[in-house]
């Protein structure tokens, strides 16, 4: 228990030493990595269902060599295809969002900085180095959840892809 509270303890020192826009940035990774586990949750799980369901109502068909077979299988591909590929924009966006919160942070830090300078004229360094402490930390937060992102939404994207292209290749068009 007493290293639980030595570990918040830490934790609030980290949040406070990077000023308000950590708490910006932890709120955008968390929902970014919910994003991430509901679509990793959805390829272990919910897929499976999805993809079953096109390939019985496909099988189901008496006739799959027509024109508007063809499209009746682009259309089922297309439904799959869109479900497989939900919150992939947005998790894009989120990543993308992360290094931009990082530099509001440093902004942020280096206007403490300023402000420091401004009212001691540079004579009080403790208060100075807070303000350069607030300008780097979110900067590093917000790469760090920027390249975390970027490693989750890479292997979704080519686990969205190949799951699209095993859907095509099950919906034959054989009779």
């Given at each position: 228990?007493?290293?639980?509270?030595?570990?918040?303890?830490?934790?609030?020192?980290?949040?406070?030493?990077?000023?308000?826009?950590?708490?910006?940035?932890?709120?955008?990774?968390?929902?970014?990595?919910?994003?991430i586990f509901e679509r990793i949750f959805y390829f272990n799980k919910g897929l499976?269902?999805?993809?079953?369901?096109?390939?019985?109502?496909?099988?189901?068909?008496?006739?799959?060599n027509s024109w508007g077979s063809r499209q009746i299988r682009y259309a089922m591909?297309?439904?799959?295809?869109?479900?497989?590929?939900?919150?992939?924009?947005?998790?894009?966006?989120?990543?993308?969002?992360?290094?931009?919160?990082?530099?509001?942070?440093?902004?942020?830090?280096?206007?403490?900085?300023?402000?420091?300078?401004?009212?001691?004229?540079?004579?009080?360094?403790?208060q100075m180095a807070s303000g350069v402490s607030m300008a780097t930390i979110p900067?590093?937060?917000?790469?760090?959840?920027?390249?975390?992102?970027?490693?989750?939404?890479?292997?979704?994207?080519?686990?969205?892809?190949?799951?699209?292209?095993?859907?095509?290749?099950?919906?034959?068009?054989?009779?």
């Amino acid at each position: 228990m007493h290293a639980l509270i030595d570990a918040w303890a830490a934790v609030n020192a980290f949040m406070a030493s990077g000023g308000p826009v950590l708490f910006l940035i932890a709120g955008l990774t968390f929902f970014m990595w919910t994003l991430i586990f509901e679509r990793i949750f959805y390829f272990n799980k919910g897929l499976k269902s999805d993809v079953q369901g096109a390939v019985d109502q496909w099988e189901g068909r008496g006739e799959r060599n027509s024109w508007g077979s063809r499209q009746i299988r682009y259309a089922m591909i297309s439904r799959v295809s869109e479900r497989i590929q939900d919150n992939m924009d947005m998790i894009q966006v989120c990543v993308a969002l992360a290094p931009l919160f990082g530099l509001l942070g440093t902004v942020w830090g280096m206007i403490n900085v300023f402000d420091v300078l401004a009212i001691t004229g540079g004579g009080d360094a403790k208060q100075m180095a807070s303000g350069v402490s607030m300008a780097t930390i979110p900067t590093m937060a917000g790469m760090v959840a920027a390249l975390s992102g970027v490693f989750a939404n890479t292997y979704l994207t080519r686990k969205a892809e190949r799951e699209s292209q095993l859907l095509e290749d099950h919906l034959t068009m054989d009779h």
